[in-house]
Each structure stands twice: as structure tokens, then as C-alpha cells.
């Protein structure tokens, strides 16, 4: 970390069509928290900008939905997603908006800067129109038959009944969704930047420069720069967004992905004047903080960016998380299968760091994970409450009851090997802790936080202050302990030291438990600094380690519960919720749609032979590479292991799976089908898919086997 000298936090922006709920909690923006507090922490020059991102076509198709402007979208729902944000302890330094006049200067400086140093294509192309708005359509905007199930409501983007990917090309009959009116095609212009002029650049930058990089990111560019990439629209037809600053672009806006990275530059300038040191300095450490469906505007087309114009700093790294599902199920708004920040906020008061702590805990840093209410209880009442609150509360009430609420002596020539040993912990805790900070692996972090509190309840359940108090007591009155017979008059100062140091180590462990939780927990750190009568200024990481941090003779107040008991009750009425939120919104969609039936099973093809069958040599594969095919957005180039060989298949499934989420899967291929050239590659079988309602499904073994095991 000493190579920089000031710190530049993101967390990606998010749409201003609707509130947020924990998935986009844990994707970005509570761990880009947890990392900006530390870095505070350690008194680094750091700056933690975000905002809504307030132009492009959800934004519009949410205003329709309520019949009100966008604009008045964008105010409600920017008000919402701040206040959820501020509630939850999300520490931003700017929460701005692309709505505000400065960031709309900024987008359109930095569109003209690359204008004028001739970086862009302009292109004209044939694209549909409403004649009777007037106006060219976004996909959403394009309503049509669906080609693969036959829904007569699919968008010009995706049939949301069979899930199918689509283009408005591909629609049957496609209509205008404003007026309901036949689009005719016609030409437009736009201005396209080369990304494949800076394939090279990138490669370096990333491929060469970043191999530090989470595997997930890493991969994913990686696939895209293997590929091959292309010019792509950064100006669209729309009369909502940021005006295209040329003479001859009336009607068109800046495409929602060029302006939007911009934000963090708008957001920055809007927080100091000094924001080109953030921005413009090479010893200025960025990071970017998104969920993997951004990864490559983030590592590909902003960069990309941010070298053409010349004057900015790139990434760093963009560490960014898998997707949270709940319950077993991906999260989805519009089925309101989602748990909701403000809803949570309402239903849990003060508890926003169980949230915080349950989120971090199960963060999807390398895959996918799973949020489940009967998780959330178990880990508060069995980590939050049972380990962390019971270590504090015990110390801070046996300091009270034996100590007379004042921090006790140490008293280091009554101290034991034990002593030593866990006084030796607090140095180790923080180290284990910074680095998995600084390598972004805050589930790892989170788990030394708690393990150093569990060691502490170790201790004191080792050493029995109580114990010792009770035999104290006994030899003070003149009386032996009937249990504890080996300790005479003569131990008083002993035992009276043995309770002082073990109550001292004890509450200096706390004082460190609120350093090491504060950027995980801030709340509760903020707590026990109530407690301890400390002031915020002992949160500062060069504090953590020490064993000095409370006086001897410092009064403390009384004690107070840090956490409490999530009951069963509470997990029955958020799981009722879920599930009645669920059914609300699959009425109100049903009511507004018109009946479709099901998509019809194929018809059985004709009788064959055994010896037909007997023909096809099935053979189980594995997955060991997957890539996108150059200029085929439907085909994958497969590299799969048939155990005496690997072959190459070239699959039309790019539409349905990431390539680096099949990597490892079973298959099963058709091995002794006749070799095909397909985009210059020659395919060496065929992989046999399922489809249920335009969901593509791999047909594979319940359980592994063995590569090239056959199927008969």
C-alpha cells in the first residue's frame, strides 16, 4: 500500500428505478465500506464517491409503469436508495446524481475531448421507428412475437416467459410498445468508438498487468480481449439522458454506459476542488467495487475510456463479487423475489449490523451464495450473540462485579504462560486481519474478528475470575473454599492478581474487538467505545495490536447487550413476507397479460431401429475451456476432455451461459458425428442440450464419471 499516496473508492452506481435490496448490499457496496473504513482507519488520503445512475431505458419504462415523468422517477427513487444507503452505514463521501447539471459538462467535455481527437466512427445503420412518436425505439420499446415459445408480449431484448435472450430482428410482427403502432426501419447515425484499437493496450493492462486480479474478473476479460472486440454505439436515439454535444445530433443522447463511469469523475468534482489529484495523479490507487454483470464496462469499455482521452488514471482492480440469491433462488424485482434495505431497516431497528455482519459473512466472493432467514438467525445467535456479545458483556459485568467498575492492574509478576500467550494474539488478529483487507478477502477478515473474540471467551473461561473471586471471598472471611482447599490465607494477593489480569487482558481484547469490527460493524464498534468511554480517535488501526489502549484505574460505564436473539417467529413472518410478495407480484402480472399457453412439447419423431441408435458413440466430456467465438454472439468454442482426447466443439449456447461458468461441467458429446467448419473452427461433435420452455439445459450424469465413459 506505501506505493500510493491517496486512495480512489467506487461502488458501482445504481439505476434509479426502484429501492435496493441486499443482493446489491452484498455485491459492492458493503465491502467497497468495509475497505474505505480501514483505509480511514489507517488515516489514508481516500475518497468514496457513488450516486444514481439516472439516464438509460429502465429508467423510462419505470416511468411509464407510474405514469410520471422520469425525472420525477429519478428524485423518488434517488431519495430512497440514499436514505436505505445512509441507514445502513454505507460511509460515502459524495452520494451524487447524473441528473446534475455537473455531471452532464463533464460527460459531454470528456465525449467532445475524444470527438475532436478524431476517436470516434460515426456510422449509420437502420433501426426501428415509432411514425407515430416519432421517435426511434430502445429494445424494451420493441413488443413482439416471440420466434422459439410464442409469446406475443416478448421485448426486443428478451422474452421474459421463456427467458430466451432475443434481438428485435428476431421478433414476429414487431411493434411499438408507446403506441402499438408497425415500425418501419430507418437510418440514424451514431458515433462508435474502435475498441478493437485498444485490444492491445488492454491486453497489457490486464492479460500482462493484472494477474492479481479475482479469478472471476480476470477470466471474464480475459474471454472478451480472446474474442475479439468491436466498435461499439456510444450515442443513442432517446429524449431522455445527456444531449449529444454535436450540431448534427438532435434527438440522439449519450449511450447510459458512456455517461455513467463519468459519474465517479462528475461525483469527485462535485467533492473537492482538488479532484483532479484523484483522478489525474499516478500515485492515486482506483478501485472499483461492482457485481460481475458490470465487469466489463468497468474493465474493458471505461478504461478504454478513460486512455483515450488521455488524462486519467486506470483501475487498479475491480473486485467484483458473484450474485447473491435468496433462499435458493436468484434474486428477480420484477417477481419482488427480493428482501428490500428499507424493508429490513423497519423490521429490524438498530440491527443493522447483523445485516452487515450476515451479508459479509456469506459474501459471494468467488461463486454464487445463498441468503437464507434460517442462516441470518443461526449466525446472529450463534456467532453474533454467543460469542462476540457474550465475550464483552462477560468482561465488562465480571469488571464490574470484581473490580468495582474501574480497569484493573496487570500486575505482570503474577502473569502466566497463558497470559503471554493470548497477549500475543492481539498482534497476530491484526495482521491476519489487515491482509486479508488489503486482498480484498473480507469473508476471511470477518472470521479473525470473531475468532479473536472466541479466544477470548477461551480465556476467560480458562482462568474462572469468578471462581477465584468466590475462593477470595472465602479466605478473606477466614473460611477455605470447601472445592479449592489448596489456597490459604497467604494467596489473597495472589488470587486479587490473578482476577486483575485476567479482567485487564480482557477488557484491552474488547478495546481491540472494537478496532478490528469497526469496518465490518461500525455501530457496534461505535458501542463499545460507549462503553469503554473512549472516543472514536481509538478506532484508528495503529491503536489495534496494542494492550495498552485502557488506564488502569479508568472508570467504565455499565455494561449493555450488544446483539439479541433472532427468534423463530421473526424468520416465519420474513419468509411469509418473501413468499407474499412473490404471489402479489405474479397476480398483478397475470392480471395485466393476456392467457399464453404453455410452449408445446415436440412432437415425437419417427420410429427407429436399434441399430439407428446403436450408430451414435455418446461419450461423457469435461468442460476444461470456454470461449466466445470472434463476431458470433450465439457460439462457444469448447475445449472438452473425452479422456483418450480433447476435442474441440463449437456450441451455440453463448446466449444462454457465461463460458467461465461452464467451465468443468459434464457433457455429453456425439463423438463420431462428421467433423464441421463452423466460423473457421472445425467442430469435432456436438453437445447434447435439454430445452424446457427456451431454457437450455445440459444433458449429463446425476453423479461424475469418468471422461469418456459412454452412454448407452
Not at 288 to 307: R, S, Y
Not at 361 to 387: G, H, I
Request: with cysteine; proline share 5%.
Amino acid at each position: 500500500m506505501a506505493k500510493f499516496n491517496r486512495y480512489l473508492i467506487t461502488a458501482a452506481l445504481p439505476y434509479a428505478n426502484g429501492p435496493v435490496h441486499i443482493g446489491h448490499l452484498a455485491g459492492c457496496y458493503l465491502p467497497a465500506d468495509i475497505y474505505v473504513r480501514y483505509l480511514r482507519a489507517k488515516k489514508a488520503d481516500v475518497k468514496f464517491v457513488c450516486g444514481t445512475d439516472e439516464h438509460g431505458v429502465p429508467i423510462t419504462i419505470k416511468a411509464m409503469k407510474e405514469g410520471v415523468s422520469p425525472q420525477d422517477v429519478v428524485d423518488k427513487y434517488h431519495k430512497i436508495i440514499g436514505d436505505s444507503f445512509a441507514a445502513m452505514g454505507i460511509s460515502f463521501d459524495i452520494f451524487a446524481r447524473t441528473s446534475d447539471p455537473v455531471h452532464h459538462k463533464t460527460s459531454q467535455d470528456f465525449f467532445l475531448k475524444m470527438y475532436n481527437d478524431g476517436l470516434f466512427e460515426e456510422k449509420e445503420s437502420e433501426q426501428y421507428f415509432d411514425p407515430e412518436k416519432e421517435m426511434f425505439l430502445a429494445d424494451r420499446y420493441i413488443v413482439g412475437t416471440c420466434p422459439n415459445c410464442g409469446n406475443d408480449k416478448a421485448y426486443g431484448d428478451q422474452c421474459e416467459r421463456c427467458g430466451r435472450t432475443l434481438s428485435p430482428d428476431e421478433l414476429i410482427n414487431p411493434h411499438s410498445a408507446l403506441s402499438n403502432a408497425p415500425l418501419v426501419k430507418k437510418k440514424t447515425k451514431h458515433w462508435y468508438m474502435p475498441l478493437q484499437n485498444y485490444e492491445p493496450w488492454l491486453k497489457e493492462y490486464i492479460i500482462d498487468g493484472h494477474k492479481e486480479w479475482k479469478n472471476n474478473v480476470y477470466g471474464q476479460c480475459k474471454s472478451w480481449l480472446d474474442s475479439g472486440l468491436q466498435s461499439r454505439a456510444m450515442t443513442r436515439d432517446s429524449n431522455w439522458g445527456i444531449k449529444v454535444p454535436l450540431p448534427d445530433a438532435e434527438g440522439k443522447v449519450l449511450y447510459v454506459w458512456f455517461d455513467a463511469p463519468i459519474g465517479y469523475i462528475s461525483a469527485t468534482k462535485q467533492l473537492t476542488e482538488n479532484w483532479a489529484d484523484y483522478w489525474c495523479k499516478d500515485d492515486t490507487k482506483l478501485v472499483h467495487f461492482i457485481g460481475k454483470d458490470n465487469i466489463v464496462f468497468h474493465c474493458i469499455i471505461f478504461p478504454a475510456m478513460l486512455k483515450a482521452h488521455g488524462d486519467f488514471v486506470v483501475p487498479d482492480n475491480v473486485p467484483a463479487n458473484e450474485f447473491l440469491n435468496i433462499e435458493g433462488e436468484k434474486v428477480s424485482t420484477s417477481r419482488n423475489w427480493a428482501v428490500w434495505v428499507n424493508d429490513y431497516i423497519q423490521d429490524f431497528p438498530d440491527q443493522q449490523d447483523v445485516l452487515r455482519y450476515v451479508l459479509c459473512a456469506t459474501a459471494p466472493e468467488t461463486k454464487d451464495n445463498d441468503f437464507t432467514w434460517k442462516d441470518f438467525q443461526d449466525r446472529n445467535n450463534s456467532e453474533l450473540v454467543a460469542v462476540f456479545g457474550n465475550f464483552v458483556n462477560r468482561a465488562m459485568v465480571l469488571m464490574h462485579k470484581l473490580c468495582g467498575g474501574k480497569v484493573p492492574a496487570l500486575h505482570p509478576e503474577f502473569m502466566n504462560d497463558g497470559d503471554k500467550d493470548i497477549l500475543k494474539e492481539f498482534g497476530l488478529a491484526k495482521e491476519k486481519i489487515e491482509n486479508s483487507i488489503e486482498t480484498y478477502r473480507f469473508r476471511e477478515a470477518l472470521s479473525e474478528v470473531i475468532e479473536f473474540a472466541r479466544k477470548g471467551n477461551q480465556y476467560l473461561q480458562k482462568n474462572e475470575p469468578w471462581i477465584l473471586a468466590s475462593v477470595l471471598e472465602k479466605l478473606k472471611a477466614g473460611e477455605q473454599h470447601p472445592k479449592y482447599p489448596q489456597y490459604e490465607e497467604k494467596d489473597i494477593a495472589f488470587l486479587q492478581a490473578r482476577i486483575d489480569i485476567c479482567l485487564h487482558i480482557s477488557l484491552q481484547m474488547t478495546a481491540n474487538l472494537a478496532i478490528f469490527s469497526h469496518p465490518f460493524l461500525p455501530f457496534t464498534a461505535k458501542r463499545i467505545c460507549h462503553m469503554l468511554k473512549v472516543v472514536d480517535r481509538m478506532l484508528e488501526w495503529d491503536n489495534a495490536g496494542s494492550d495498552k489502549l485502557l488506564s488502569v484505574g479508568y472508570t467504565l460505564r455499565p455494561p449493555e447487550l450488544l446483539f439479541k436473539q433472532v427468534e423463530n417467529e421473526q424468520v416465519t413472518a420474513q419468509i411469509e413476507k418473501l413468499h407474499a410478495g412473490l404471489k402479489q407480484a405474479m397476480d398483478a402480472a397475470a392480471a395485466n397479460a393476456p392467457a399464453v399457453e404453455e410452449a408445446p412439447v415436440a412432437p415425437p419423431k419417427p420410429e427407429i431401429q436399434y441399430d439407428d441408435f446403436a450408430k451414435l458413440d455418446l461419450r461423457v466430456g469435461t468442460i476444461l475451456q470456454a470461449e466466445k467465438v470472434a463476431k458470433a454472439d450465439k457460439l462457444l468454442k469448447l475445449l472438452v476432455d473425452i479422456g483418450t482426447e480433447q476435442r474441440t466443439v463449437v456450441s451455440g449456447i453463448a446466449m444462454h451461459f457465461n463460458p467461465e461458468d461452464i467451465v468443468g461441467k459434464q457433457v455429453t458429446l456425439v463423438a463420431n458425428l462428421a467433423p464441421r467448419k463452423m466460423r473457421g473452427i472445425e467442430s469435432q461433435g456436438m453437445i447434447l442440450m435439454a430445452e424446457d420452455n427456451g431454457k437450455l439445459i445440459f444433458v449429463n450424469p446425476a453423479e461424475a464419471v469418468k471422461p469418456g465413459s459412454g452412454v448407452s
